[in-house]
């Protein structure tokens, strides 16, 4: 991984952590895919390996990037879920011709066509992400409680009430920010 490029947020949903590969939307956005090679690592990252990806494919992956995140967003505040989101993420799944095979670890593993690798890899997170919106799996969709992030989210924790996409940033620095404020009320208050 280059050091010149932000870090992933890594989380265990493949389609939330793949809308998280834009962060802080409503602050100053951090594009952690800003390059073909990175879209490469990103994948590699999550089991679905390619060689290679032009310039037009990461622009498709994030078209599917941002669908995602707009559906997940409207299923989280429980709106309608935008059309032309649907679309793309249906058009990506039906694309991807990807298998999911089985190894003697007992792990599943993604197998990619050598023709179509990029677009099978779109169709597994297109597919998951489905699986997510559709409310298929045991958990919600929330929203970051950071007003410059508003990340969606997958909530499997046990109640059901986290607050952050990443305990380590959001809401850490959340954390933080009312604890310094906190400091400043304590200190204007003993003057």
């Known amino acids: 991984m280059c050091a010149a490029f932000p870090d992933f947020r890594l989380g265990s949903v493949l389609a939330t952590s793949f809308t998280g590969t834009l962060s802080e939307r409503h602050g100053n956005p951090v594009e952690r895919i800003p390059t073909p090679h990175r879209l490469v690592d990103w994948l590699a990252v999550y089991g679905l390996a390619v060689d290679s990806c032009t310039p037009a494919q990461l622009g498709l992956a994030r078209e599917l990037r941002e669908s995602i995140h707009a559906a997940a967003t409207a299923a989280a505040l429980q709106d ?19 298998t999911a095979v089985l190894t003697p670890e007992g792990e599943r593993r993604w197998r990619l066509s050598p023709a179509s690798r990029v677009a099978d890899a779109l169709g597994v997170i297109a597919a998951d992400a489905i699986s997510v919106i559709a409310g298929e799996r045991d958990g919600r969709l929330a929203l970051c409680a950071s007003p410059t992030c508003r990340a969606a989210f997958f909530d499997t924790s046990r109640s059901r009430t986290r607050r952050w996409c990443d305990m380590n940033t959001c809401g850490n620095r959340q954390k933080k920010a009312r604890f310094q404020a906190s400091r400043r ?4 208050s003993a003057e």
């Open 185 to 188: 009320q304590n200190a204007s």
């Open 80 to 98: 309608a879920l935008p059309a032309s989101a649907v679309q793309v993420i249906n058009d990506h799944s039906a694309r991807g011709r990807a």
